[in-house]
């Protein structure tokens, strides 16, 4: 099962390297890894997505917790957070599909970034289940190439991953 875990961490050199060594150490894969600074630019989020059961998880946060640099871990319940990953698709196209192709992004929702005499790039930003529904779309146009970002996620409602306070 994949779960989303949310890390806060100083915003300092080598803060992610630490934490990802952390996972290869102990055999851990990563699906899906983003960070960017917070509000405060002194903190960075890391949001991890990774598979496992729950005692795997939960071996994760413990382990996690112990390096020096991590402020605060969580992991994300399923059903309280959003999620949306950044995908851009460059797909191959004949003068006969660029309507096909248009159509279909408009549908989904997906941005129009460039487009050449053979190839159109779209940028969509949405759940991995919808990135997974209009790849399938695009792939009978032949699919140049595919770049995607880590998920990123955040709690619903007034709920906040945040530092502790004293």
Do not use: W
């Not at 960070?35 to 496992?52: C, K, L």
């Not at 940028?123 to 595919?146: A, H, S, W, Y």
């Amino acid at each position: 099962m994949k779960h989303t875990i949310s890390v806060l961490v100083e915003n300092h050199a080598g803060v992610l390297s630490k934490v990802a060594g952390l996972f290869s150490r102990r055999g851990f894969n990563i699906d899906s890894l983003a960070v960017g600074e917070t509000e405060n630019p002194d903190i960075s989020r890391i949001t991890i997505v990774a598979t496992g059961n729950d005692y795997t998880i939960e071996q994760i946060e413990k382990q996690l917790n112990k390096v020096i640099p991590v402020i605060k871990v969580k992991t994300l319940a399923e059903g309280d957070y959003i999620s949306r990953m950044l995908t851009m698709f460059k797909v191959r196209f004949t003068s006969p599909h660029r309507g096909d192709i248009m159509k279909i992004a408009e549908i989904m929702g997906a941005r129009i970034i460039d487009v050449t005499s053979s190839s159109i790039t779209l940028e969509f930003t949405d759940t991995e289940e919808r990135t997974f529904t209009l790849e399938q779309l695009l792939k009978p146009f032949g699919i140049k190439e595919v770049v995607r970002t880590g998920a990123i996620a955040i709690e619903k409602g007034n709920k906040v991953v945040r530092e502790k306070t004293n």
